[in-house]
């Protein structure tokens, strides 16, 4: 859409707009009457995440992607301030059909309207549904994804869950959709929800609900065990404007259906395109005994302080720093302000040398970054070809949930009140992205490089040998680092040896998130 076309929208009505511009003539009715106006953002807005284009500068690239008819949460990131999962099943399929098309898709909010304070709502609301959630309410055509049809708890030993210690709303397949709801107040989502349950009335049941909000204060943007979260995202052609730099551009098809770079593109039904698959996981944090065990093994080398020592171990096993500086690019020490700067903090690569000589081997290092860090686990960054890594690209739209560690937790380091993170990806294939992340990279001891060293180990943060003990080799840099005693550079398959899980699955589900013409197809089928 360009710059005259937005103004156009500016001054009609968002339902006015959809009915008069021709681009726009599928989309289901929107709200007639404009919404209370913000004055305050319900996104946060670190310093070290990078900033949502707005709508202005997505119009100026060449074929935007339909932002109009995208729902807000599958581009818009981590930057939610409050949000509620709230889970249910569908009793009466008819009126839950009919208020949809009626009151609940005009409640729905868009890509567009997330992307400025003047058009965003009060509370921003999305929808999405299971597999049995579509088929209960008669949307019988396949989209086209194995594991979305066959739900998460089916996939507990592909993923390496334990069943067991799911949440019970979450085991089976009864949960047939989620309402997401996001604002800068708990007491604005709680009058959304309530307006939306009276909408709907008994034609829902809630299944489960999770309350997921920002920490406070100067940990906000942080997840629990402290760490800057949601700073890389992949640039999405068509819509991220500017790309950072170390950005991968990836086609949108990765993420939208029916779009370039979907690799099931031409045979997607046509109600589902510019929808998204939604993996929802439960992932409860044991910050304290992750803080215990940091405190008990600081890493060593006789120049470092015992508080640094547990420091560099903690940054090594995430691959960044709690201020979100990456150890690749500050490998002995944080760095506050490289942390703060979007424009550096995520550009680099794992490549030892920029240029090579021919026939060198340029990746099998694990100074700066062992090869298990959360972050080279999930993003190789060109340990791997582009061909290779950017097709298991998620955009990353999770929040934390639970309150903040309690003194007489942390005296203990004993975990008694569950706090975790409300982790939610969005991709056009359930294997592709999430699914595959998790049981191909994060939960393989040989990867990445399982040839230089076969038992490099899980992701020390959320891979999982069955919650046992995990051996992770280069996690000590005792090689390679100038300027260390002998002795850290004799061993480089030490390895470090993490008694536990301090990420555990409470379940989840996999959902689709149509486009809101895609809901208004669901509605009338
Ligand atoms: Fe991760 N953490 O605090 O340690 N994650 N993650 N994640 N994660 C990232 O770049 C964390 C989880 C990805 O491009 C950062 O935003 C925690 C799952 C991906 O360089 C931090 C949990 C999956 C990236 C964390 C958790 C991923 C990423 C660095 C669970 C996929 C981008 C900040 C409780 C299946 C990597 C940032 C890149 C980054 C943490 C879960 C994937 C700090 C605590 C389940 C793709």
């Not at 946060?44 to 690239?61: E, K, R």
């Not at 992770?472 to 470090?496: A, Q």
Request: glycine share 8%.
């Amino acid at each position: 859409m360009r710059k005259s076309t937005l103004f156009l929208v500016s001054v009609l009505s968002l339902g006015q707009f959809a009915t008069a511009h021709p681009g726009a003539k599928d989309l289901p009715p929107r709200r007639r009457t404009p919404q209370p106006r913000r004055t305050k953002s319900l996104l946060i807005s670190p310093a070290a995440l990078p900033n949502l284009p707005t709508a202005d500068a997505v119009a100026d690239l060449d074929d935007p992607l339909p932002i109009d008819n995208i729902q807000s949460d599958i581009l818009a990131g981590m930057k939610k301030n409050k949000e509620l999962f709230f889970f249910f099943s569908v009793n009466d399929a008819a009126t839950f059909k009919t208020k949809l098309a009626s009151d609940i898709i005009p409640l729905i909010t868009t890509t567009t309207e997330i992307l400025s304070v003047d058009t965003q709502p009060v509370t921003a609301v999305n929808i999405a549904f299971s597999h049995t959630g579509l088929v209960t309410l008669g949307v019988s055509e396949s989209i086209g994804d194995p594991d979305f049809d066959a739900g998460q708890f089916s996939q507990t030993s592909t993923i390496g869950d334990n069943p067991s210690l799911w949440e019970p709303a979450f085991a089976g397949t009864s949960i047939h959709g989620v309402i997401l709801l996001a604002s800068d107040t708990v007491a604005n989502i709680n009058t959304e929800l309530a307006n939306i349950q009276s909408i709907l009335g008994s034609s829902i049941t809630e299944s489960h609900r999770l309350q997921g909000g920002a920490r406070p204060g100067s940990e906000e943007g942080h997840e629990h065990f402290g760490y800057m979260d949601g700073i890389s995202q992949p640039a999405v052609n068509r819509f991220t404007n500017p790309v950072l730099p170390g950005q991968t551009p990836v086609d949108p098809g990765t993420f939208l259906l029916g779009e370039l770079g979907d690799a099931s593109q031409d045979s997607r039904p046509s109600w589902a395109i510019d929808g998204s698959f939604l993996v929802f996981r439960k992932l409860q944090q044991f910050v304290p005994e992750f803080n215990k065990f940091l405190t008990d093994n600081p890493l060593e080398d006789g120049v470092l302080s015992p508080a640094e020592g547990s420091a560099l171990l903690g940054a090594r096993m995430v691959g960044r720093w709690k201020s979100g500086a990456p150890v690749f690019l500050a490998p002995t020490a944080d760095d506050p302000v490289l942390a703060a700067d979007p424009t550096r903090n995520n550009d680099f690569t794992y490549l030892i040398d920029s240029d090579p000589a021919p026939g060198t081997e340029n990746h099998f290092d694990q100074d700066r970054c062992p090869f298990s860090a959360h972050i080279r686990k999930v993003h190789p960054r060109g340990d791997l070809s582009p061909g290779a890594e950017n097709q298991h690209f998620i955009i990353r739209s999770s929040i934390p949930y639970g309150p903040e560690v309690t003194a007489a937790e942390a005296a203990s380091s004993t975990t008694t009140v569950d706090r975790g993170l409300a982790f939610v990806s969005y991709q056009s294939s359930v294997f592709n992205g999430f699914t595959f992340l998790q049981s191909i990279w994060i939960n393989n001891v040989g990867f990445i490089f399982g040839k230089v060293d076969p038992t490099i180990g899980v992701d020390p943060i959320i891979g999982s040998l069955g919650g046992g003990p995990k051996n992770i080799s280069g996690l000590d840099p005792r090689f390679g680092v100038p300027d260390r005693s002998v002795d850290f550079l004799d061993d480089p398959e030490h390895d470090v040896v993490l008694p536990r899980d301090f990420v555990v699955s409470r379940g989840g589900e996999y959902f689709f998130s149509p486009s809101l013409s895609g809901l208004g197809s669901i509605a009338a089928a």
